[in-house]
């Protein structure tokens, strides 16, 4: 490959996009790899394409070695497979929908699960054809509720997507392993800094998912991690360890005055003050009420939702543990039609005679005493203990999670960062299999229902992620097997140095390298060596000033060294610098 930069289809700018937030956003538009069209949909140009297909080839090629099968589906698809499932509901707002000229539904697939069965019901039937893989690269659609930072959350985008169809749960566990293995494969290639996480497995069941996230602090991702024992999980799928329920004599509830006590911190000082109680914020119980929306149905269930008053309730935990429910804040007219709940004095004591279902976090175990409202304006009660003045409905992981909280596993203390999603793997079980009713017909005659995975990674994502990772000041700082070309050749100068760039572009594109070529005549040498630093190719080769000595310059793009060397070395110099890296 030879790309000659004065015929290739790329502009630089020299200003950063108004648009930009993160670094690889910014660098991706700069360098000319990407160009926004509409919010979250973004066209490749040439390099960024060559970029992308490199990223997907890899992908590709471990996807293979693992076994799995490549196929390919439509992204428009009839609305049936999903409304099996009851995912063409579930899906919210974040599904794309359109209807044909006949007026029937149809969707812009945003994952396939529904149509990996499908195809497999058809074509399979017997145990002795299973276990199989199927993986397919294609562009997904999600109208996701906040696109941001150019390609790193698209709404259109390229996903790897692969299901695995076993005919037990050991075999479900194998292709689960191999799956991951594949991952690290992937992702060590790609030349990414990763973690991999522990992740909600949802609705479905206590089974494994495990994600694998970039940590950045531009990451909408926040994780858990404990140095002492490796434990790691995404802050949705971290599990509060609860304390043991107590069991010993608690002190009679105690309806306190409490005016103008309206935070939580206000309401500790007066009752230390004046009530001769010694509290901290984590003794008071807060009470948030929520209305939770089910994809599908207009009515709303209140609920309400108790948590330890020293913490936050994470929003994103909260939607997280009701998916596919989706709450919202309860507002002023919300109070208005619940004349039972006292706005801000709210105490779960009354809750089950109201009819309105209460879950708290799991440190509230039985036997707990709180200070928590009174459901009266301006006072709240105390000792108010769990099992005996209230019985909650259940738990919920909602509040926020906090660095130095204890680890789950050793109980030393955790550690918070933030990540990007780069993969995500997930033993699904039955779900699909029993919506598409997906069986093998066992060697004794009798059906076999199948259970399956799923397994995804951000393949337009990645280019963002590794640009996110690889840059400095001056552009990106490509990894060689996703760089656009192995080497830049840069032709600077008034003599015949643009020809000689030429000619050692040719040897090096004879000898297998993939390279492009600076022979601009038009452009200053200040002007290309910025767009060298800008496009990040790993390895650099200058033909300028030094040619009437014989010299050429090397440049070496991750590491910064740069070194002058005689110019009838110069490809030889280049593949070994190529060679080297890759061995
Ligand atoms: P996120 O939490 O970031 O929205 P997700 O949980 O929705 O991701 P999956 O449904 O598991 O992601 O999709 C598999 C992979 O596809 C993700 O690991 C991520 O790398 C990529 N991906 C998901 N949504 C987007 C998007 N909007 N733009 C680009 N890549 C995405
Ligand atoms: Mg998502």
């Known amino acids: ?63 293979d070695r693992m076994g799995a099968q490549e196929v390919l589906f439509p ?7 999903y409304e099996k499932t009851g995912r063409w509901t579930e899906y919210g707002d974040t599904l794309f929908r359109l209807k044909d000229r006949k007026k029937a539904d149809y969707l812009l697939g945003p994952t396939h699960e529904e149509l990996f ?53 050991d075999g479900l566990k194998r292709s689960y392993e191999q799956h991951r293995d594949a991952y690290i494969k992937i992702f060590d290639r790609l030349g990414m800094n990763y973690k991999i996480v522990f992740a909600m497995s949802g609705a479905m069941g206590g089974s494994a998912s495990e994600e694998f996230l970039a940590p950045t602090p531009t990451g909408e991702d926040t994780f858990v991690h404990c140095r002492d024992c490796g434990y790691a999980a995404n802050a949705e799928a971290f599990v509060t360890p609860a304390p043991p329920a107590y069991t010993g004599e608690r002190a009679a509830q105690q309806v306190l005055d409490t005016p103008d006590t309206p935070t939580i911190e206000t309401l500790v000082d007066f009752v230390n ?28 269930e209140t609920l309400i939702i108790g948590i330890p008053g020293d913490r936050e309730v994470d929003f994103k935990r909260l939607e997280a543990a009701l998916a596919p429910g989706e709450p919202a804040i309860f507002e002023a007219d919300d109070f208005a039609r619940h004349p039972g709940l006292v706005r801000g004095y709210i105490g779960p ?24 409202g009174a459901n009266e304006p301006g006072k709240h009660a105390a000792h108010v203990v769990a099992g005996r003045d209230f019985t909650p409905d259940g738990t919920i992981e909602a509040a926020e999670v906090r660095a130095g909280d204890p680890c789950p596993v050793c109980g030393q203390p955790l550690i918070i960062d933030r990540g990007i999603e780069i993969g995500h793997i997930f033993q699904l079980g039955r779900k699909y299999a029993d919506a598409a009713e997906l069986d093998a017909l066992g060697p004794d005659g009798k059906p076999i229902r199948i259970t399956m995975g799923s397994y995804g990674v951000g393949v337009s994502r990645a280019v963002a992620v590794i640009a996110e990772q690889r840059h400095d000041e001056l552009g990106l700082v490509w990894p060689r097997e996703v760089a656009p070309a192995d080497v830049h050749v840069v032709g600077t100068g008034k003599e015949n140095q643009i020809e000689v760039a030429t000619r050692i572009a040719e040897e090096l594109e004879a000898a297998g390298l993939r390279v492009l070529l600076d022979d601009r005549s038009s452009a200053s040498p200040g002007v290309k060596f910025k767009d060298s630093e800008l496009l990040g190719i790993p390895t650099v080769l200058i033909v300028g000033r030094g040619l009437s000595q014989g010299l050429a310059e090397l440049r070496d793009r991750v590491g910064g060294a740069r070194e002058e060397i005689p110019l009838a070395e110069a490809a030889s110099r280049v593949l070994a610098a190529v060679q080297a890296e890759s061995a």
Do not use: C
């Open 1 to 63: 490959m030879l790309l000659r930069m004065s015929t290739l289809f790329l502009r630089t700018l020299r200003e950063d996009p108004a648009d930009a937030e993160v670094p690889s956003h910014r660098l991706l538009v700069r360098a000319g790899y990407v160009r926004r069209v509409a919010p979250g949909i973004y066209s490749w140009l040439p390099l960024g394409k060559i970029v992308l297909e490199n990223v997907a080839r890899i992908v590709r090629e471990e996807m």
């Open 75 to 81: 992204a428009l698809l009839p609305r049936e497979y």
């Open 117 to 169: 069965t499908d195809m497999v019901k058809g074509e399979y039937s017997s145990y002795k054809d299973y276990p199989v893989t199927l993986y397919q690269i294609q562009t997904k659609y999600r109208d996701e509720a906040r696109p941001r930072a150019g390609i790193l959350r698209g709404r259109e985008f390229v996903m790897k997507d692969s299901y695995s169809f076993d005919l037990d749960d």
């Open 273 to 300: 003050a004046n009530h001769g109680l010694g509290i901290t914020a984590a003794d008071t119980l807060k009470n948030l009420v929520v209305k939770v929306t089910t994809p599908g149905s207009d009515t709303a």
């Open 349 to 372: 004591q009354i809750l089950a005679d109201l009819g309105i279902r209460y879950l708290v976090d799991p440190r509230v175990v039985s036997g707990t005493e709180w200070v928590t």
